[in-house]
């Protein structure tokens, strides 16, 4: 039997949707994907800082440089309730900034409105 936790092909195509989204500036849809190679990606990108900084670089070579995505500041979210072990993201494309929180509830990518 193999191990549930070891990285699969599948998380690989659940990575890829994620960076793709994130550089079309869109919310990443991971509905159509089974839920252990999502949690299993998320917990990669949520608790490895070298994963994290993978999808950093991938979405801006997607993008041809037009989008980063970046760290952003808990206090920008001050009306959500603050998720523990979850990551406070900007979007930032030519003429848009877009603020989101990255977790492992569902959305896994929720993006917010300015308040």
Known sequence: ???PWRPVSSDAAVLDAIARSLAALRAPD???FD???VW???HELLTDPDAWKGLEDRV???SSGTVRLEDADSAQFPFLTHELGARYVRLRGLFVEQL???GNSSPQFMFVPRG
Request: proline share 6%.
């Open 60 to 62: 801006k070579a997607i």
């Open 40 to 42: 299993r990606t998320m």
């Open 35 to 37: 839920a252990m190679p």
């Open 1 to 3: 039997m193999s191990d």
């Open 100 to 102: 989101a929180v990255v």
């Open 30 to 32: 991971l509905s159509g």
